[in-house]
């Protein structure tokens, strides 16, 4: 399925007129500008599944966040978004095939992370909360408490229910579950399957992030079935080679001083890993 047809970007003429237009100088960087058109990319024409593939610095990133700005797509986390944000994507275009499903949203490692603390400040919250109320109820069972009007109506429900319960089913009563913590791996997968629906625009930020080499290939399976089966179209930036070799995915390079379209068995960082396992290869027999 492709929603987004079309995604261009202004060229270094425009970004120049704009900056040399620009009053105030207390700037050190007008970011995004100057990033994306040093690559000479002036337009993305996306399939089902689009990669943009680079390394650190190359503006995969950027573009991203730079796409789903413009198309005001749902996002978790903040991100680096200076001044000249705005005047950069209002220089921006689209072209959509179809309208943008509303569920369409831009994921990344951030929000993962994220998504991981919080259930770990969740469980610590419920950790500190179960000694007070080991504490309450030791309070409550042993106390002279008696009530004088109906304001102590919820102390004696408390005193009661010290009294007749014991320590252990009294916190369970006053007390919610910790929620299960899984590996960080665990955690990544879990939050990508809940928030890639079906019939959706998705943005992925190296989902690569946090996972290991088996985690990949089952996020993999679980992204190309998203896309066969479930109507999404996936703009991913990574230097993966699981998620580089998704089928029929679209590659961008964007190492190369003018972004070209690439095979997944022609990028360098693909070349890199063969040639190690090839030097080793008798390792392995």
Request: proline letters at 2%; one cysteine or more.
């Amino acid at each position: 399925m492709i929603y987004l047809k079309h995604f261009s970007f202004p060229d270094v003429e425009e970004e120049y007129s704009f900056i040399m237009a620009e009053k105030r100088t207390c700037y050190d960087s007008f970011y995004p500008f100057q990033v994306i058109s040093k690559h000479n990319l002036r337009m993305i024409d996306f399939e089902p599944v689009t990669i943009l593939y680079g390394g650190n610095g190359s503006g995969k990133t950027t573009v991203l966040n730079v796409i789903a700005e413009k198309l005001n797509l749902k996002r978790d986390t903040l991100y680096n978004r200076t001044n000249f944000f705005e005047d950069y994507t209002n220089m921006c275009g689209f072209e959509t095939e179809t309208s943008i499903p509303k569920s369409s949203r831009i994921i990344t490692s951030d929000d993962v992370f994220d998504f991981m603390l919080n259930i770990r400040n969740i469980n610590d919250g419920i950790n500190l909360k179960r000694e007070d109320l080991f504490q309450e109820y030791l309070d409550n069972k042993y106390s002279g408490f008696k009530m004088k009007s109906l304001d102590d109506y919820e102390q004696l429900k408390k005193v009661n229910m010290s009294r007749s319960k014991t320590q252990s089913k009294y916190v369970r009563n006053n007390l919610m579950d910790n929620v299960r913590e899984h590996s960080n791996g665990e955690s990544a997968f879990i939050y990508f399957s809940d928030k890639i629906e079906e019939n959706g625009l998705y943005l992925l930020d190296e989902p690569e992030n946090s996972l290991s080499p088996e985690k990949q290939q089952e996020l993999l399976r679980f992204l190309e079935d998203s896309v066969r089966f479930f109507g999404c179209q996936l703009i991913i930036s990574t230097h993966s080679p699981f998620i580089l070799s998704m089928k029929y995915a679209k590659i961008y390079d964007m190492d190369e001083e003018t972004v070209d379209i690439k095979k997944w068995t022609e990028l360098t960082n693909i070349r890199t890993y063969y040639d190690f396992f090839k030097k080793h290869e008798k390792e392995f027999l």
